[in-house]
T-cell receptor, first 115, second 116 residues
């Protein structure tokens, strides 16, 4: 079975540009998570969707960040305008349901560098 | 809020030696506990989880962990490591009783380096 698929794997862009990260969760999973990983702060949950609905976006750092899930098989995380401090690895994860005993399955991440 | 402390940021060991990666959590209520592994340039993969029952949990790749409620610890162990175990290991906790039961709180990670 295919795992969580993220694209692009790497993104390098200049400050001020719009960045869109994409995620395809595992088929049949109805919970989707976006995380950011940095050396300083570790893994941070940005936003959580359940059945395509944003449930918890308290981790979204600023209004420059937005996330959507138009259907069960696709989600985007957008940064506009991007800043150098947004440089990080962004992970998407999915799980079968919203119970905490279900493991989260992670994609391979998007390594974002803002110059 | 819950917190997870991984006491060692880096653990170097020689191949075939035993290893223990330490994890302590702050919650005093019932928790679910997880260990994830991250290989270079990859996402996190679940190694093992503790939900209830036996305090000794066995996972993939020969790893096991022991839940100690009195010590609020969930240390990860392997009796004999291989070069291929070189990776970063993350301990995580969730609270099944709260409204945010979906939320995983991760530790900062422990980089395990296995040397020949």
């Amino acid at each position: 079975d295919a795992g969580v698929i993220q694209s692009p794997r790497h993104e390098v862009t200049e400050m001020g540009q719009e960045v869109t990260l994409r995620c395809k969760p595992i088929s049949g999973h109805n919970s989707l998570f976006w995380y950011r990983q940095t050396m300083m702060r570790g893994l941070e949950l940005l936003i959580y969707f359940n059945n395509n609905v944003p449930i918890d976006d308290s981790g979204m750092p600023e209004d420059r960040f937005s996330a959507k899930m138009p259907n069960a098989s696709f989600s985007t995380l957008k940064i506009q305008p991007s800043e150098p401090r947004d440089s990080a690895v962004y992970f998407c994860a999915s799980s079968r349901d919203n119970y905490s005993n279900q493991p989260q399955h992670f994609g391979d991440g998007t390594r974002l560098s803002i110059l | 809020a819950q917190s997870v402390t991984q006491l060692d940021s880096q653990v170097p060991v020689f191949e075939e030696a035993p290893v223990e990666l330490r994890c302590n959590y702050s919650s005093s209520v019932s928790v679910y506990l997880f260990w994830y592994v991250q290989y270079p340039n990859q996402g996190l993969q679940l190694l093992l989880k503790y939900l209830s029952g036996s305090t000794l949990v066995k996972g993939i790749n020969g790893f096991e962990a022991e839940f100690n409620k009195s010590q609020t610890s969930f240390h990860l162990r392997k009796p004999s490591v291989h070069i291929s175990d070189t990776a970063e290991y993350f301990c995580a906790v969730s609270d099944p009783s709260g409204g945010s039961n979906y939320k995983l709180t991760f530790g900062k990670g422990t980089l395990l380096t296995v040397n020949p």
